[in-house]
């Protein structure tokens, strides 16, 4: 029983796991899996460990050895500086007698009070350093969900474009039907030209789809990739009709304006001018000292000597000091600090350009988003608009045909026109999907279309099949 609970428990993880995924969820998958946006997490977890340790500068360092060394030679007096007890500690006596070993550890440390601001500099650089990575980590993710939007239109547009030649096809073959009925009569309005020529659209169009296909394909392996799956995880997706964008942009110029301040771009150079200041400013403290605490601590034992009792008595041999003091650090490499502070500041100034040159290019990047969805949008509309009217000729041309009043060429050229039209409104469409999110991801911020006042926006639709004139 209990297998049979966890067989069905596990069918069910799988089949939810299997579930289509909505384009939020894909956005949300891409904006966490993406390779680019582990890649930068990684980043901003060294960037903040950088910020912790400039937090942490002014702990001292310990400069610590220990030693054990030998074999030392005999010194033995009484003990208060007194002469040598021993033969064994003549100057230059090669009789050691009883040798030994030493053991000698110490530390020193230095803990700074006063650093006329160079560590107060340091631990806000540190924390301009953050801010890049985060900003960092934005832009990735951002690239990521823009790519996951190009390949969801895509492969939406693929989906509901085959959808549409597929009915056109039916319905070029349902005619070529009837032209072959009509011929084999003997009829006047058919030649085997019209069966020829029919043959040929039909053909094209199946062409086509399976282009569609390929482009389908193409598509769902590019939301794999961006989603981050993993070898034997297939994302399956849940595709949206693509439907005529209703409403208007804001001038160019809001956008440009918003950009500004919300790329993330934007924030990551200023925030590395603040750190290069902060940088300039620790040259230019190097050429005062540091002020603070130092601290000592020594220790030696020798196996074969006595220890001195007498203070007065000098003893290499064993001690054991330590003591704390105020104290000045100072480098007097004036040359080197020189060169490092012009190397800052040369820094900082190549900084401050390119800050400008982004400004600049980010204003483009918007214009140019602007333009090319306020040019989709313009197509979109003209082309719902040709596509209702080449639906109607299609209706009329098969009516006409159907009765015997209409000729082979008219009825070709009618749903020729219908499937092109379709064809290019969905095109139409998508373009103007994709150049919003171009969009959003040019400003740093959700860009929606305005919709005129007392205007509901439509529910969501189901994908259906484009009905061809009956």
């Not at 230019?284 to 000592?296: K, L, N, T």
């Not at 092109?420 to 999907?433: E, N, R, T």
């Not at 959003?440 to 509901?456: A, F, R």
Request: aromatic letters at 10%; glycine letters at 6%; charged letters at 25%.
């Amino acid at each position: 029983m209990d297998r049979v609970f966890g067989t069905l428990v596990a069918l069910l993880a799988a089949s939810a796991a299997a579930a289509p995924l909505s384009l939020p969820e894909l956005i949300a998958r891409a904006r966490e899996n993406d390779h680019r946006v582990k890649e930068s997490a990684a980043q901003l977890r060294y960037l903040k460990a950088k910020y912790q340790e400039a937090r942490w500068a002014w702990f001292p360092r310990f400069d610590t050895y220990v030693a054990v060394a030998g074999p030392t030679p005999e010194a033995r007096n009484d003990g208060l500086g007194g002469a040598p007890t021993t033969k064994a500690s003549l100057m230059y006596d090669l009789d050691f007698g009883q040798v030994g070993l030493t053991v000698r550890a110490g530390a020193e440390a230095f803990l700074p009070i006063w650093t006329f601001g160079k560590l107060d500099a340091l631990e806000e650089a540190g924390a301009k350093g953050v801010v890049i990575g985060e900003a960092l980590q934005q832009r990735a993710k951002d690239e990521a969900e823009l790519q996951m939007c190009q390949a969801f239109f895509g492969y939406s547009l693929a989906v509901q474009g085959k959808v549409v030649l597929s009915d056109t096809v039916k319905r070029l073959n349902d005619a070529k039907v009837v032209l072959e009925r009509l011929l084999a009569q003997d009829s006047e309005q058919v030649t085997a030209m019209d069966v020829y020529k029919l043959e040929y659209y039909v053909k094209q169009l199946e062409a086509q789809v399976a282009a569609t296909e390929s482009g389908r394909s193409l598509a769902l392996a590019a939301v794999q990739l961006v989603a981050g799956a993993q070898k034997g995880d297939f994302v399956e997706v849940e595709a949206d009709p693509l439907r005529e964008p209703k409403g208007t942009l804001a001038p160019v110029e809001v956008y440009v304006a918003r950009a500004k301040d919300a790329r993330p771009e934007i924030r990551a150079v200023e925030a590395g001018i603040g750190a290069r200041e902060r940088e300039v400013f620790i040259r230019e403290r190097f050429y005062y000292p540091d002020f603070g605490i130092a601290g000592f601590i020594r220790f030696a034992y020798t196996t074969n000597a006595t220890r001195q009792l007498s203070p007065f008595a000098y003893d290499p041999y064993n001690d054991f000091s330590g003591g704390v003091a105020l104290a000045m650090r100072y480098s007097f490499d004036f040359p080197q600090k020189a060169i490092l502070l012009e190397q800052s500041r040369a820094e900082l100034q190549k900084l401050t350009h390119q800050r400008d040159l982004l400004v600049g290019a980010v204003q483009l990047e918007v214009e140019k988003s602007w333009n090319e969805t306020q040019a989709a949008l313009v197509r979109s509309a003209a082309q719902t608009t040709a596509e209702k009217s080449a639906r109607k000729w299609a209706q009329s041309a098969f009516n006409a045909f159907d009765l015997g009043t209409g000729d082979t060429r008219e009825l070709v050229d009618a749903f020729t026109a219908l499937a092109v039209s379709a064809g290019s409104k969905l095109q139409a469409y998508h373009d103007a999907y994709v150049g919003l999110r171009q969009l959003t991801k040019s400003v740093g911020q959700v860009v929606q279309l305005e919709l005129p006042v007392n205007t509901k926006p439509a529910p969501p639709a189901k994908i259906l099949p484009v009905e061809a004139p009956k």
